[in-house]
């Protein structure tokens, strides 16, 4: 979001959002930050809102599973990417 925020992704080819269930997030942002959910809960609210970067980004990836399903799927996009630029 920062990126879309300063207009920088204007200069960009691609944007790319990786996002994730609002539940999710919070569990992630607590884990990491050890935060209590209220507090995780008020950083989510402090960004940029998620419909607005969707609306930017040329590619969304959903990220709720696994890091080995997450790895994959960024798999998929480095050979879609490669396809694209190489066109």
Partial sequence: AALIESGLYAVC???I???ADEDKIIERIM???SLDRT???ARIMGQMNEDAVKKISDII???NGTK???LEKLTK???QLEL???E
Avoid: G, S, Y
Wanted: charged share 30%; proline share 4%.
């Fill in 84 to 86: 694209w630029f190489n």
């Fill in 17 to 19: 959002m990786v996002t």
């Fill in 31 to 33: 884990k990491r930050d």
């Fill in 68 to 70: 080995p399903e997450f």
């Fill in 13 to 15: 080819d691609k944007t």
């Fill in 77 to 79: 996009l480095k050979n």
């Fill in 61 to 63: 990836i959903t990220n």
């Fill in 39 to 41: 507090q995780a809960t």
